[in-house]
């Protein structure tokens, strides 16, 4: 009898030690972390702005971290069934980092996927990993990655027939010809309008599209700006001055004569209705500025910043571009900005040696210009292999910083954040 209590104690201690040690193991956590992008952010194959991008993520998106790195300056999360690495600087975060488990393991796309394809449907797959874009353009933003060898069904083409209309896990996209292979079916079969799909006539009619196309002010000086922006639901396509666009957006204008602007959608029933928008310019077009400004007013304003400023990154809204070739100033200066700064940073320098100035946007290629307090010229175009700028000031000194963002093509004008840090993690 009281071998049998004996063993009974035993076992009981070797459950309470088995229970104990599964609560010690590490894993991920439940409910994990949520956290927030403050503007388009990369989502990356691992912790580093070296890697691979796997997709990109708009602004204001909530997502789950599931856990981080040893620095917990990155943070993995999954977006559109992809699982990745962001940058824990573009993020806010609701809830304890420390909480979360620490791993090195890089994120990667999905293995490719089988999509519901009707039968007699043009099929396509990509031959690497391949980018689906909002419209037929590497300007537009970036939805998805669609993993090589996926096959997807086609469903239009653009107009030069380079792009073409596909849909993925329930989405629907533009990816580069060049870049695909054709499963079955023929491209060159498919119109600039995307198919019906073969799916059983439902009673249902079209919801009818709402368009908003509007303008700051519709009468300007010459060379006086403006904006136009869009708002357009079901539709299958939108264009802005025949290019395409997402369904929400704006376009600054500088118009030196009086100039339609005109915004094009494609129905879900296949219709193609144009609102135009008429500019009226009054007297004649002022000669062009060919140099910067440094006596002119600031577009965006400006800001007084003394070393160890909260908080940091400081962060301000700023559309790229101008009328002002840059590359006068010679070296690695080159982009388009305007005549007058866009940004004055007047800097109280004190226990950090570094200041640094970087621009973020997720549409296009911008360029940072800068006039250092002694009045010397700082100028970047691409950085952490990004075609983000990037300008450091070692050893800074106090005075004004005269900021230009420009856009590295003419005529493009890009909205994103201008950030200004003493903490050498911050970059694009």
């Keep these: 009898m009281q071998h049998r209590s004996k063993a009974l104690n035993l076992l009981i201690v070797a459950l309470l030690l088995a229970s104990l040690l599964a609560a010690a193991l590490p894993t991920f956590a439940q409910g994990g972390v949520q956290v927030t992008t403050t503007s388009a952010l990369r989502l990356r194959a691992s912790p580093s702005t070296s890697s691979a991008i796997l997709a990109t993520v708009p602004g204001g998106t909530t997502l789950t971290a599931t856990a981080t790195n040893a620095a917990r300056t990155w943070v993995v999360v999954t977006y559109n069934g992809i699982t990745g690495w962001m940058a824990v600087s573009f993020l806010s975060v609701n809830g304890s980092l420390s909480s979360l488990p620490v791993t090195n393991n890089a994120g990667s796309a999905p293995a490719p996927q089988s999509q519901n394809i009707p039968a007699g449907a043009v099929i396509v797959a990509p031959t690497s990993n391949l980018r689906m874009r909002s419209g037929p353009g590497t300007n537009n933003p970036i939805i998805v990655i669609i993993p090589n060898g996926t096959q ?109 602007y005109v915004l094009r959608v494609i129905t879900q029933a296949g219709q193609t209705i144009d609102t135009p928008i008429t500019i009226t ?82 549409s296009g290629d911008t360029t940072l210009v800068i006039n250092a307090p002694n009045g010397s010229w700082w100028c970047n175009d691409d950085s952490y292999g990004t075609l983000n700028p990037t300008i450091d000031f070692n050893n800074p000194q106090s005075g004004r910083y005269d900021v230009w963002v420009g856009s590295y093509s003419a005529g493009n004008y890009l909205s994103g954040t201008l950030r200004v840090t003493e903490i050498s993690s911050n970059h694009p």
Aim: with cysteine.
């Design 281 to 362: 310019v009054t007297g004649a077009p002022q000669p062009p500025t060919t140099q910067l400004n440094l006596s002119g007013s600031p577009n965006y304003g400006s800001t007084n910043l003394t070393s160890g400023f909260t908080p940091d990154p400081f962060s301000v809204n700023i559309t790229s571009g101008g009328t002002v070739n840059v590359s006068y100033l010679g070296g690695a200066c080159r982009g388009y900005a305007t005549s007058n700064p866009d940004f004055q940073v007047y800097y109280t320098a004190g226990a950090f040696s570094m200041l640094r100035f970087y621009f973020v946007s997720g």
């Design 152 to 260: 997807v069904q086609a469903l239009a083409v653009n107009g030069d027939r380079t792009w073409v209309q596909v849909t993925y896990n329930g989405q629907n996209g533009w990816v580069a010809r060049q870049y695909i292979r054709v499963i079955s079916g023929n491209l060159d079969s498919l119109t600039g309008t995307p198919q019906q799909s073969q799916q059983p006539q439902q009673s249902q009619q079209p919801q009818n599209p709402n368009i908003a196309f509007t303008a700051t002010t519709y009468n300007v000086t010459a060379g006086q700006c403006l904006t136009l922006s869009w708002n357009v639901s079901n539709v299958r396509e939108v264009y802005y001055q025949g290019q395409g666009v997402t369904g929400q957006g704006s376009q600054q204008e500088c118009p030196t004569t009086t100039t339609t």
